[in-house]
């Protein structure tokens, strides 16, 4: 069974840093793409930041510059770093990892459990 477990969520002061991390284990192949996704209370969950397995990233136009995601493929681990956080940023953060079993298996995404991050003003 695959696990994604997320580390260092919390409260932070509005235009304060905070670096969350999650952490793949389990039974599986290989990991593809990894990403950092959010959802505030009321909205939908999106996407933060984007990593691929070869270390292209990309990011959402309001994080562009302020956020880095990146990986650890020995640890199969990856990381967001966030600063200049703002109040509006606050919300549950899940880590996603799209994974296979198998050589043959179709990638399938996992996600984390959610780290709160509440950025106070």
């Known amino acids: 069974q695959v696990q994604l477990v997320e580390s260092g969520g919390g409260l932070v002061q509005a235009g304060g840093s905070l670096r969350l991390s999650c952490a793949a284990s389990g039974r599986f192949f290989m990991i593809d793409a990894m990403a950092w996704y959010r959802q505030a209370p009321g909205k939908q969950r999106e996407l933060v930041a984007r990593i691929t397995s070869g270390g292209i990233t990309n990011y959402a136009d309001p994080v562009k510059g302020r956020f880095t995601i990146s990986r650890d493929n020995a640890k199969n681990t990856v990381s967001l770093q966030r600063n200049s956080l703002n109040t509006e940023e606050t919300a549950v953060y899940y880590c996603?990892?799209?994974?296979?079993?198998?050589?043959?298996?179709?990638?399938?995404?996992?996600w984390g459990q959610g780290g709160q991050i509440t950025a106070s003003s």
């Open positions: 996603n990892a799209d994974m296979k079993t198998s050589p043959r298996a179709t990638t399938y995404p996992n």
